[in-house]
């Protein structure tokens, strides 16, 4: 069982940055490929980022590439989404997710409970 909570979320001007955490519980969450998907108002739900269990491979959405940066620390069970150069249609609930089997996990084995991203022009 792995519990994730996010954090860092919150109310941002365009061009701006953000650092979103994800913190797990449990002592197999090194062995979990970690993501990020989000999830604006009116639309389905969209990947973002992901990295895989020992953060060697790390993969973006087109959207998204050269603006944000997913790391994890192991030793500390959390994933991080680093953003950069934000722009408002970057607003959305971001949710985090782990799972031991794929890297891009749209049906991920957990989730947390998100947190909301707001981006004013």
């Known amino acids: 069982q792995v519990q994730l909570v996010e954090s860092g979320g919150g109310l941002v001007q365009a061009g701006t940055s953000l650092r979103l955490s994800c913190a797990a519980s449990?002592?197999?969450?090194?062995?979990?490929?970690m993501g990020w998907f989000r999830q604006a108002p009116g639309k389905e739900r969209e990947f973002v980022a992901a990295?895989?269990?020992?953060?060697?491979?790390?993969i973006y959405a087109e959207s998204v590439k050269g603006r944000f940066a997913i790391s994890r620390d192991n030793a500390k069970n959390t994933v991080y989404l680093q953003m950069n150069s934000l722009k408002p249609e970057d607003t959305a609930v971001y949710y985090c997710?782990?799972?031991?089997?794929?890297?891009?996990?749209?049906?991920?084995?957990?989730w947390g409970q998100g947190t909301q991203v707001t981006v004013s022009s």
């Open positions: 997710e782990a799972d031991p089997a794929n890297i891009i996990a749209p049906y991920a084995d957990y």
């Open positions: 449990g002592r197999t969450f090194s062995s979990y490929h």
């Open positions: 990295i895989n269990w020992s953060g060697a491979r790390t």
